[in-house]
């Protein structure tokens, strides 16, 4: 707004310079929350919750407002990272921060589920390669198709 002397020395009213596309930059590079959101491929209330979780903190504007830097999408790249492997919020939030107590475990217990897991596929690939070739007119009656069958198709197993 500004406010000045106009001809002659008279006082012009106050006005206003609308400044476009404000909302979600600003000057020093940092983004809004609408823009990171967008850049994420994630609703607003998303970050929120994030943010209410201690995971990503974005610094504030004077007015309160969300101000996410580059280093705070990257940061946000890397949660979104983390909860595709399995990680929840509160295991991301032990991991981010290199001298977080318990971080080392929660790093193991996620490889050794992921290590499971692929064994897991592995074998399952191997039974539905046996079964595409399988001879027997059922595959109830293969011995090697049962016995997979039987690694895991109860209830309380864990093989």
Not at 110 to 121: K, Q, T, W
């Amino acid at each position: 707004m500004r406010v000045g002397l106009g001809r002659e020395g008279t006082v012009t009213h106050p006005t206003l310079e609308l400044q476009v596309d404000l909302k979600s930059t600003c000057n020093d590079g940092s983004v809004r929350i609408g823009e990171a959101a967008a850049r994420l491929g994630v609703a607003t209330h998303v970050l929120r919750h994030w943010e209410d979780e201690r995971v990503v903190i974005p610094l504030r504007s004077s007015s309160g407002h969300r101000d996410y830097a580059e280093e705070h999408l990257q940061r946000l790249r890397i949660v979104k990272s983390c909860q595709r492997l399995g990680l929840s919020l509160p295991e991301i939030r032990q991991i981010l921060h290199r001298d977080e107590p318990g971080r080392v475990a929660v790093i193991d217990r996620r490889v050794g589920e992921i290590r499971r897991l692929r064994a897991e596929l592995d074998m399952a690939e191997r039974f539905l390669g046996h079964v595409r070739e399988c001879r027997h007119d059922f595959i109830t009656r293969c011995t090697e198709c049962s016995a997979y069958a039987g690694t895991r198709g109860e209830i309380g197993s864990d093989a």
